[in-house]
């Protein structure tokens, strides 16, 4: 078996956030955590089944549309749990498109009054948004549809909470609630050699049990083995320039070499970018948000490498 520096998985890994929380053994964890963040929004979740994570739409681009996690409790309500490693320009926008998902499948029943069933769009993000650095001690974002005058919620069956986990810097000695706890799980959990005497809660060793690498078999080591060189070069990424002149870091450097592509031809540049983002590793649908290219034209340029 492939030798690992830590004893626990990273769970900002797609496969040591899959492994805590998406597998039918370990759903406890996940339901402890979504009763931990929304418990004064929805008291006590009693149960929860994971749904399938894509969505067979109508169209390529529906197809294309992967949840990390999707699951519904006991009274139908939807939640769409995303682990978000890396900044992406229009994040937000995808999380509002997830959200469509869920209450479209709604309107299928033969006997739809319109009535739904809240959706809940949980990012749990390992950046910060540009627009929140200058409040560092804000890390997590509960939004509803609001009027703007009154601030009262318009429509409260439509929750986004985006939890800016690099904000969260409390240490173990800081660690006030459950909540607290469980944050403080997800972002230190690879950093750790035990579990903390704060933590010694059934939840938690089972979390940590579930998470130590040397339980692995080899197949699921090499699983994570992969996850976490992709999650690896996916971050080094953004702390490296990009070649011919992309001197800002990683998203500012797509965004030069499109303004780039502007002066010398738009679609030149934009499929130069596109070219970049293909030889570093990043999915198709990553590729398509970040240039806004289609599909079809990058796997084109993929058969054309």
């Not at 681009?61 to 229009?90: H, M, P, S």
């Not at 009154?150 to 173990?172: H, M, R, S």
């Not at 950093?191 to 699921?220: M, N, S, W, Y």
Request: net charge negative; glycine share 4%; proline share 2%.
């Amino acid at each position: 078996m492939t030798e690992f520096a830590d004893r626990y998985i990273n769970p900002f890994t797609d496969y040591g956030f899959k492994k805590l929380f998406g597998e039918e053994p370990n759903k406890d964890l996940l339901l402890d955590f979504l009763n931990e963040l929304l418990k004064e929004e929805q008291g006590q979740i009693v149960s929860l089944t994971y749904l399938k994570n894509e969505h067979l739409g109508t169209t390529e681009l529906d197809r294309k549309a992967i949840f990390d996690l999707y699951c519904e409790n006991e009274k139908g309500e939807k939640f769409i749990v995303e682990l978000q490693k890396t900044k992406q320009k229009f994040f937000k926008d995808r999380t509002l498109y997830y959200s469509t998902f869920p209450i479209r499948e709604q309107a299928k029943h033969a006997e739809w009054m319109y009535e739904l069933k809240a959706v809940y769009t949980i990012a749990i993000l390992d950046f910060v948004f540009d627009e929140d650095k200058n409040d560092p001690d804000k890390f997590r974002y509960d939004v509803k549809l609001s009027d703007i005058e009154t601030k009262k919620v318009f429509y409260d069956k439509l929750t986004f909470i985006y939890l800016e986990l690099p904000k969260f810097n409390k240490t173990i000695d800081q660690l006030e609630t459950r909540f607290d706890k469980w944050l403080y799980v997800i972002r230190n959990m690879n950093r750790l050699d035990r579990v903390p005497d704060k933590l010694r809660e059934r939840i938690f060793e089972k979390l940590f049990e579930t998470a130590e690498i040397a339980k692995f078999t080899p197949d699921q080591a090499r699983s994570y083995e992969d996850s976490l060189k992709y999650y690896r070069d996916l971050k080094a990424s953004f702390d490296t320039k990009f070649e011919e002149g992309f001197e800002d870091g990683f998203e500012e450097g797509i965004q030069k070499g499109i303004e780039k592509g502007i002066e010398k031809g738009i679609e030149k540049g934009i499929e130069k970018v596109a070219i970049i983002l293909i030889k570093k590793g990043l999915s198709t649908i990553e590729i398509s948000e970040l240039t806004g290219l289609t599909i079809n034209q990058i796997e084109e340029l993929k058969d054309n490498l």
